[in-house]
């Protein structure tokens, strides 16, 4: 009997606990009350014909009324991460972790099989052609040999520039704060644009990065870009699983380049994920995204 009536009493002061933390979040414009909403776009690219999804994740308190306009995090393979990147910043935003901001999740047409989104993000993520990756990656998803290509993200990063911001500029109140997020293949896009495109994205989350691509262009590029350049504006923070391989080698490795070479401007944080593989690092990297990338300081 003594035992029920401490579990109710433990249960009372829980109850005023969380009311009282209610009440506070109220005050401070956090709390439970509105959710984030949640809105499906499909934008077919006149550059290259492809279908893209959009996935889009607005601030609790947006209005299309207001004066405000909010920074934006584009994350690649949509139909995968913008579940997770969805739930995660309600939960962020229940006490005001981050910033307010506009998610939008890209991604391909594909419901009962992923073939269309390992072909479209193998041509889409790549800085270069692959001819070796591509018939492994053929294989793997189980499509004829010499039917999958790559190196087209120079197009992709132009579909961006023409097609994709200024029609989420054109539906939503974006301001000119961008961020650009991908994992593997997207993670070597999310580098890409950290060193070709600062004049379009603001914040890089480079989590767990196929840098191994084109045997470790994107190292070679660095050093090269980095002899050329001492300015390298914006936030970046690079990831990856503890139980990934080689993959902790190369990331370390750029992310130890990076740092050498001192780029003012740069605002560069890591995480190497203990016991995490390349597959299942995929939610704390993306909170960690959230949270690096856009956390405020309490």
Not at 94 to 113: A, H
Not at 242 to 271: C, P, R, W
Not at 274 to 292: D, Q
Request: net charge positive; charged share 20%; aromatic share 10%.
């Amino acid at each position: 009997m003594k035992n029920l009536t401490l579990k109710r009493t433990s249960l009372l002061w829980g109850i005023c606990l969380m009311l009282n933390a209610i009440v506070a979040a109220g005050q401070s414009e956090t709390g439970f009350d509105p959710i984030n909403q949640k809105l499906e776009h499909i934008l077919k690219s006149k550059i290259n014909g492809t279908t893209y999804h959009l996935f889009v994740s607005l601030p609790k308190n947006y209005s299309p009324t207001d004066n405000l306009h909010y920074p934006v995090l584009y994350f690649l393979d949509g139909n995968l991460t913008f579940p997770i990147a969805h739930s995660a910043r309600t939960v962020l935003d229940l006490f005001g972790d981050i910033e307010q901001i506009i998610i939008v999740g890209i991604d391909y047409s594909w419901e009962r099989s992923m073939k269309p989104m390992f072909i479209n993000r193998t041509i889409d993520f790549t800085p270069s052609p692959d001819p070796i990756r591509e018939r492994s990656f053929a294989g793997m998803i189980g499509i004829p040999a010499g039917s999958l290509t790559s190196g087209g993200a120079s197009v992709f990063l132009k579909i961006f520039k023409t097609e994709i911001i200024p029609f989420m500029n054109g539906q939503y109140k974006c301001s000119d704060d961008r961020g650009i997020a991908g994992h593997s293949l997207g993670g070597l896009f999310a580098g890409y644009c950290l060193l070709s495109a600062t004049d379009l994205f603001d914040r890089f989350g480079i989590n767990s990065p196929s840098f191994w691509w084109n045997n470790d262009e994107m190292l070679k590029t660095e050093k090269s870009f980095s002899i050329k350049n001492k300015m390298l504006p914006g936030r970046a923070f690079v990831s990856v699983g503890s139980l990934e391989g080689g993959g902790v080698i190369i990331m370390t490795a750029f992310a130890d380049s990076l740092k050498s070479h001192n780029y003012k401007g740069l605002n560069l944080s890591t995480q190497i994920f203990e016991g995490e593989t390349h597959t299942s690092v995929m939610p704390a990297c993306i909170s960690r995204t959230l949270t690096a990338l856009y956390g405020l300081k309490k």
